[in-house]
């Protein structure tokens, strides 16, 4: 009884790479000309230009430039800047949205990556976070730990919140808790391997580099609540590159 | 003769104006009044707004792909790696790429010659690697093959940093390399790389940096 199931399964994933496909865009040439390049970049050559009043499919965008068909069928790259002096078929110049400022303080997930020192060791980071507000969010970051003695990794959940998101270098604040796993080198000592809770405060800063790329840097304080007698500090440094979806 | 002509007249008009104002005061009310009463209006407007909300163009930033190639592991052979990268495109210039890849360490030379004891295991042979790389598009062009094809392509150098594991051990491992995308199609590229993969390691007694080096051929595709 569970094929009628997998049929509809099997047709929704047939279906889903024409989903959204049925009409392209269409845009009419409002400049003199427009230019037509063989590849999505500045550095591939214009092979053709299509004219003023002259009907453009556009089908795909990759980074900035967009893939059209002229009405004579010819398929080329136009770039951002270019397609943005065309028109829509009501007259209205084309609206091609590029993550602004505004979208930035707006975002509402953001992931990146970063690399840094925690307490002697390499310390490599990945991170996803959600926005719930300009000011608030969720972070989880997954790390691996690289040192001379011992590696592991390192799982953690935290809170952040900007005071001044409008700020072009912001600052944030940290709070959180995780899972750190630590094991020592085989080639050293015969040391047991160990995963404990570690918790951390912290402070760093976002800066927009512009589009959809930002730079983070940050400091955070961990405490390790080992199984021994004493809790263990860390201090960690890293900066890394993220972007914003 | 003219000038009470023109006098005559901008009387008139004065009082056409008047007249105009006072039935635009009260009489015009009445014609706004009744105007829904009569069911249809005078102007049938001809303007054709579009159904559709504005349609969002797909964009296919991302470029997900696999390989194969050989890796030279400093004291250990080089050997046949495979793997796979994901990539995104944030600008024409600009990408980050994950790679992931693996291989399996053949037997230095101090194995060989003392024909002893294994250094490693089976198990510790297979080695993993994994890097985050920044990569930048350095020379965008165009391949020529043939008289009448042409492929964009591009050159680029990508710089990251990731974990080598091996040998029960893992190691902090800095990526400097470039490489070569052909688009074949708009959404199928052909990419060669070249890679060096710089860690430190102590496993034959002392510590050192190693090179090891790689070079693979592989098949993207962009979404």
Redesign the interface.
């Known amino acids: 009884m569970q094929y009628p199931a997998v049929i509809v399964l099997a047709c929704l994933c047939l279906a889903a790479p024409t989903y ?2 049925g ?3 269409e845009v009419v040439i409002a400049e003199p000309y427009i230019e037509l390049h ?8 214009i092979f053709n230009l299509a004219e003023r009043g002259e009907k453009l499919e ?10 059209v068909r002229t009405e004579r069928g010819i398929e080329g790259w136009v770039s951002a800047g270019q397609l943005s002096q065309t028109l ?3 007259g209205t110049p084309t ?1 091609i949205r590029d993550p602004s400022r505004e979208d930035f303080i707006k975002r509402r997930r953001e992931a990146g ?1 970063q ?1 840094g020192d925690l307490d002697g060791a ?1 310390i ?1 980071t ?1 991170y996803g976070a959600y926005l719930f507000t300009d000011n608030l969010s969720l972070e989880i970051s997954a790390s ?1 730990i ?1 040192g001379d003695f011992s ?1 592991g990794w390192m799982l953690s959940a935290s809170l952040v919140h900007q005071p001044f998101p409008g700020w072009y270098v912001s600052p944030f604040f940290t709070l959180g808790t995780g899972v750190l796993r630590i094991e020592p ?3 050293l000592v015969q040391a047991e391997d160990r995963t404990d809770q570690e918790a951390h405060v912290g402070f760093g800063f976002r800066a927009h580099l512009g ?3 930002l730079l983070r840097a940050e400091y955070k304080s961990y405490v390790v609540f080992t199984k021994r007698d004493s809790n263990e500090e860390l201090d960690e440094w890293k900066a890394g ?1 993220a ?1 914003f979806f | 003769m003219e000038g009470g002509i023109r006098i005559f007249l901008l009387r008139v008009t004065l009082a056409a104006l008047g007249v105009m104002s006072i039935t635009g005061c009260f009489g015009g009310r009445t014609v706004i009044e009744t105007a829904p009463d009569e069911g249809e209006s005078v102007i049938q407007p001809e303007v054709s ?2 159904e ?1 909300a ?8 991302f470029e997900v792909g696999a390989y194969f190639g050989l890796l030279s592991v400093e004291d250990f052979e080089t050997n046949s790696t495979y793997g796979a990268r994901l990539a ?5 210039g ?1 990408f ?1 790429e994950g790679t992931f890849g693996q291989t399996d360490v053949g037997e230095t030379s101090f194995e060989k010659l003392s024909g002893g004891a294994p250094l490693l295991t089976d198990d510790q042979r297979t080695l993993t690697y994994y890097d ?1 790389s ?1 990569g930048y ?1 350095l ?4 391949v020529f093959i043939g008289r009448k094809r ?1 492929f ?1 392509s ?1 050159l680029y150098v990508v710089v990251g ?3 080598t594991n091996f040998a ?5 491992t800095l990526v400097l390399g470039a490489g070569y995308r052909m ?1 074949l199609t ?1 959404w199928l590229a052909l990419r060669v790389d070249v890679r060096d993969r710089l860690f430190d390691s ?2 034959l007694g002392e510590d050192k940096t190693t090179h090891n080096f790689e070079f693979n051929i592989g098949l993207s595709g ?1 979404f």
Do not use: M, Q
Request: proline residues 8%; hydrophobic residues 35%.
């Open positions: 959204g496909k009409r392209p865009y063989t590849g999505p970049g500045r550095g591939y050559p556009v089908h795909t965008r990759r980074t900035d430039w967009f893939k829509e078929p009501d609206a990556f690399l390499n490599l990945l691996d690289t590696s080198k085989a080639t589009r959809r790329f590159f972007f | 707004r579009r559709a504005p349609v969002k163009i797909d964009a296919d930033n995104y495109h944030i600008s024409e600009f980050v985050l920044i598009n020379l965008p062009g165009e042409a964009p591009a940093a990731g974990n029960d051990d893992d190691f902090f688009l708009d102590d496993l962009f």
